[in-house]
């Protein structure tokens, strides 16, 4: 055990909530960027292994029953090989065998079925949520819930509701990142699927801004006959943003009637009218008081990326002029510095301990 | 160092904490923040949105070129701005965030001038000098704002100067001229003189050592490098062993920097994933020339040896560091 978690133990003890020796926690989390490598080789070595599929076995190619049987077993190989005691190599082996194996049957999906899109588009998404909930590897984890995210977007986008994905995605990862700890044996389990909607939820909210056109243009020019606008999705991730203040000060025991409870509300619903335009704000700051919240660094440096991508590229808008995003960034840097001149006035330094 | 999240995670992980008591523990080890944490944050993070969202609004209003205002009171407005955000700087003392956020609006509207001088009375002058000039009169709030993000403001602005610079003249000094190589080679260079500038640097001046800030300049100088090497490994001509060798010289300074003297293990994470992918993509070069199933299966083998090879060293670097 590190001196570190050494002192968190004994803060424990003298605040009663454990007792007796510090266990012995030998383990050490990877950090972020350690598992992006592994994400990296493991994503590239799938890359060569499909290619040694495609030169060497190129019958599993010629029928979609063969590549999907043949991706099923590699998938089923990858769950048998991750719950081997933990092992670099069989991890990165498994990883990549999995990932050769999903392209399987994603292309057995499309070349067999003869599905609608958006047909197939839900079944890969349904595919890679039960891999995201099933396959006992963090960053597998975190790619299934990705890569589901983003298959459930194209599905709904065919239905016309691409607009929604964001509210729906923002929901999901708030339950995560808000429950995480409610359930100890589900712990990285819920984690890994948060990470996974956040990052797909960043990537979406981006694509988004561009507009209807940039759907247009991904899907070849399909009628895709929307039936919920950007508006609508913003209001959408605004409701959700108003939630996860809620909840966060039910967390803290707020009332209703409490004058925090008040401003915090009130706050978070003008922030969310005047991003209206400013599209990603609410987006943004939902992460990071989701990151902040579970004092999680990561999750804090998402928020604040995609802020600074959001306001970055709101410059280069094309559907409405330059004039009407400055009076837009102007009223919200305003409502923002007001807000923060209320809390300051309303909560004097000397008295947040009261509150919380 | 690791994160009181990540300590309390490893004892419940190892059902140390009581399912009861969970919500408590995470209030006593402050991995829940308190009310002053709360405050703090929401402060924070509505100064600075909101000074950056006035600030953006100043550059998209002078942008747009509205001929309703004339250019006397648009000069006005953007060094009224300055002045003002000045002097909330000299008012709200040095070390507040909200002094930082008024020199970095500051920085920002002196850009908005600068480009709407050029814009007014058509100066001539090419745009890598407006970057140039910019990075060069903001130096000093630079200096006495003492905070590493007006740094990165900074040496963001000389990178895009440099870069203009070379696309204009087709090269700097006479001395690299011609194609993107060059370029990729300047701003490698760059980079990394700024890298150990800062690190030396952070020696004396303590604010300097925030990791994002040096993590960031090594990975602006990390990445053209890598390009090179890529680019010289699958040239059809033969681009020379330059790139190869300085590669090798750079990987061999991160080892001895980041590993012996000062251990950062998100540079060495980076070199590890640059290691991987220039080995795999030289092998690549040579053995999928003949489009051989072997050569693929071995290569995804490769890959896999490499990435375990990575993985074990970062987490027994990882743990040195911990112990």
Same mark, same amino acid.
């Given at each position: 055990?590190?001196?570190?978690?050494?002192?968190?133990?004994?803060?424990?003890?003298?605040?009663?909530?454990?007792?007796?020796?510090?266990?012995?926690?030998?383990?050490?989390?990877?950090?972020?960027?350690?598992?992006?490598?592994?994400?990296?080789?493991?994503?590239?070595?799938?890359?060569?292994?499909?290619?040694?599929?495609?030169?060497?076995?190129?019958?599993?190619?010629?029928?979609?029953?063969?590549?999907?049987?043949?991706?099923?077993?590699?998938?089923?190989?990858?769950?048998?090989?991750?719950?081997?005691?933990?092992?670099?190599?069989?991890?990165?082996?498994?990883?990549?065998?999995?990932?050769?194996?999903?392209?399987?049957?994603?292309?057995?999906?499309?070349?067999?079925?003869?599905?609608?899109?958006?047909?197939?588009?839900?079944?890969?998404?349904?595919?890679?949520?039960?891999?995201?909930?099933?396959?006992?590897?963090?960053?597998?984890?975190?790619?299934?819930?990705?890569?589901?995210?983003?298959?459930?977007?194209?599905?709904?986008?065919?239905?016309?509701?691409?607009?929604?994905?964001?509210?729906?995605?923002?929901?999901?990862?708030?339950?995560?990142?808000?429950?995480?700890?409610?359930?100890?044996?589900?712990?990285?389990?819920?984690?890994?699927?948060?990470?996974?909607?956040?990052?797909?939820?960043?990537?979406?909210?981006?694509?988004?801004?561009?507009?209807?056109?940039?759907?247009?243009?991904?899907?070849?020019?399909?009628?895709?006959?929307?039936?919920?606008?950007?508006?609508?999705?913003?209001?959408?991730?605004?409701?959700?943003?108003?939630?996860?203040?809620?909840?966060?000060?039910?967390?803290?025991?707020?009332?209703?009637?409490?004058?925090?409870?008040?401003?915090?509300?009130?706050?978070?619903?003008?922030?969310?009218?005047?991003?209206?335009?400013?599209?990603?704000?609410?987006?943004?700051?939902?992460?990071?008081?989701?990151?902040?919240?579970?004092?999680?660094?990561?999750?804090?440096?998402?928020?604040?990326?995609?802020?600074?991508?959001?306001?970055?590229?709101?410059?280069?808008?094309?559907?409405?002029?330059?004039?009407?995003?400055?009076?837009?960034?102007?009223?919200?840097?305003?409502?923002?510095?007001?807000?923060?001149?209320?809390?300051?006035?309303?909560?004097?330094?000397?008295?947040?301990?009261?509150?919380? | 160092?690791?994160?009181?999240?990540?300590?309390?995670?490893?004892?419940?992980?190892?059902?140390?904490?009581?399912?009861?008591?969970?919500?408590?523990?995470?209030?006593?080890?402050?991995?829940?923040?308190?009310?002053?944490?709360?405050?703090?944050?929401?402060?924070?993070?509505?100064?600075?949105?909101?000074?950056?969202?006035?600030?953006?609004?100043?550059?998209?209003?002078?942008?747009?070129?509205?001929?309703?205002?004339?250019?006397?009171?648009?000069?006005?407005?953007?060094?009224?701005?300055?002045?003002?955000?000045?002097?909330?700087?000299?008012?709200?003392?040095?070390?507040?965030?909200?002094?930082?956020?008024?020199?970095?609006?500051?920085?920002?509207?002196?850009?908005?001038?600068?480009?709407?001088?050029?814009?007014?009375?058509?100066?001539?002058?090419?745009?890598?000098?407006?970057?140039?000039?910019?990075?060069?009169?903001?130096?000093?709030?630079?200096?006495?704002?003492?905070?590493?993000?007006?740094?990165? !403001? @900074? $040496?963001?602005?000389?990178?895009?100067?440099? *870069?203009? &610079?070379?696309? /204009?003249?087709?090269?700097? #000094?006479? =001395?690299?001229?011609?194609?993107?190589?060059?370029?990729?080679?300047?701003?490698?260079?760059?980079?990394?003189?700024?890298?150990?500038?800062?690190?030396?640097?952070?020696?004396?001046?303590?604010?300097?050592?925030?990791?994002?800030?040096?993590?960031?300049?090594?990975?602006?100088?990390?990445?053209?490098?890598?390009?090179?090497?890529?680019?010289?490994?699958?040239?059809?001509?033969?681009?020379?062993?330059?790139?190869?060798? !300085? @590669? $090798?010289?750079?990987?061999?300074?991160?080892? *001895?920097? &980041?590993?012996? /003297?000062?251990?950062?293990? #998100?540079? =060495?994470?980076?070199?590890?994933?640059?290691?991987?992918?220039?080995?795999?993509?030289?092998?690549?070069?040579?053995?999928?020339?003949?489009?051989?199933?072997?050569?693929?299966?071995?290569?995804?083998?490769?890959?896999?040896?490499?990435?375990?090879?990575?993985?074990?060293?970062?987490?027994?670097?990882?743990?040195?560091?911990?112990?």
């Amino acid at each position: 055990m590190s001196s570190q978690t050494e002192q968190v133990w004994a803060t424990l003890l003298q605040a009663g909530l454990t007792e007796g020796a510090a266990p012995d926690t030998g383990k050490l989390e990877s950090p972020w960027y350690v598992k992006i490598l592994l994400a990296f080789s493991g994503w590239l070595a799938a890359v060569f292994l499909l290619g040694f599929i495609g030169m060497g076995l190129a019958f599993v190619f010629d029928s979609s029953a063969t590549a999907m049987i043949i991706g099923g077993l590699m998938i089923g190989g990858a769950f048998a090989i991750l719950r081997i005691p933990k092992n670099e190599f069989f991890e990165h082996l498994a990883l990549a065998v999995s990932l050769a194996g999903q392209a399987l049957v994603v292309f057995a999906i499309y070349d067999g079925l003869s599905l609608d899109q958006e047909i197939a588009w839900l079944l890969v998404a349904l595919l890679q949520l039960s891999l995201a909930v099933v396959m006992p590897n963090f960053v597998h984890r975190v790619f299934s819930s990705f890569v589901a995210a983003m298959a459930f977007t194209m599905s709904l986008t065919f239905w016309g509701g691409y607009y929604v994905v964001g509210g729906i995605g923002m929901f999901l990862a708030a339950l995560c990142w808000l429950h995480e700890f409610r359930y100890p044996r589900q712990m990285k389990r819920i984690q890994a699927i948060g990470y996974g909607l956040v990052l797909a939820l960043i990537l979406l909210k981006g694509t988004a801004l561009f507009g209807y056109q940039t759907m247009e243009w991904l899907f070849s020019g399909n009628q895709l006959g929307l039936w919920a606008g950007p508006r609508v999705g913003e209001m959408l991730t605004g409701v959700v943003a108003i939630y996860v203040v809620w909840h966060l000060l039910q967390r803290y025991g707020q009332r209703i009637s409490e004058r925090i409870t008040i401003t915090a509300l009130l706050g978070a619903i003008l922030l969310c009218a005047v991003s209206m335009e400013v599209q990603g704000i609410t987006v943004g700051m939902v992460i990071m008081l989701l990151g902040f919240a579970g004092a999680n660094r990561v999750l804090v440096g998402l928020g604040i990326l995609s802020l600074l991508f959001y306001i970055s590229f709101y410059y280069y808008l094309l559907n409405t002029t330059l004039l009407a995003k400055s009076q837009t960034l102007l009223i919200v840097g305003l409502v923002l510095l007001l807000l923060r001149w209320l809390m300051l006035t309303i909560i004097p330094a000397d008295q947040e301990e009261k509150h919380v | 160092m690791i994160s009181p999240r990540s300590q309390f995670i490893e004892l419940m992980e190892q059902g140390a904490i009581p399912v009861d008591k969970i919500g408590d523990a995470l209030k006593a080890t402050k991995v829940a923040p308190d009310g002053k944490a709360w405050r703090t944050f929401i402060d924070h993070f509505l100064l600075w949105l909101g000074g950056l969202a006035l600030a953006f609004a100043v550059m998209f209003f002078i942008a747009y070129n509205w001929n309703v205002i004339g250019r006397f009171a648009k000069f006005g407005m953007v060094e009224g701005l300055v002045v003002l955000a000045i002097v909330a700087y000299c008012r709200f003392g040095g070390n507040s965030a909200s002094s930082k956020v008024s020199l970095l609006v500051a920085t920002i509207c002196l850009g908005v001038l600068l480009a709407f001088y050029g814009q007014t009375y058509q100066t001539g002058a090419d745009p890598w000098q407006l970057f140039f000039v910019w990075a060069l009169l903001m130096l000093p709030w630079a200096i006495i704002g003492r905070f590493p993000a007006i740094w990165i !403001v @900074w $040496v963001v602005l000389l990178n895009t100067s440099l *870069v203009l &610079y070379y696309q /204009t003249f087709g090269g700097i #000094f006479r =001395l690299m001229s011609g194609s993107e190589t060059g370029l990729l080679w300047l701003i490698f260079i760059l980079n990394t003189l700024l890298l150990a500038a800062w690190e030396v640097l952070a020696a004396t001046w303590h604010w300097l050592s925030e990791r994002w800030a040096l993590r960031l300049l090594a990975t602006a100088g990390g990445v053209p490098l890598n390009w090179l090497v890529l680019q010289s490994i699958f040239a059809d001509s033969d681009a020379g062993f330059l790139p190869g060798l !300085v @590669w $090798v010289l750079w990987m061999a300074a991160m080892y *001895v920097v &980041y590993r012996r /003297t000062k251990p950062d293990l #998100f540079i =060495l994470a980076g070199c590890c994933l640059s290691g991987i992918t220039v080995s795999v993509s030289f092998l690549g070069r040579y053995m999928l020339e003949d489009g051989s199933a072997g050569s693929f299966l071995f290569l995804s083998l490769v890959v896999i040896g490499l990435g375990t090879g990575a993985a074990f060293w970062l987490k027994k670097v990882h743990q040195e560091c911990q112990s």
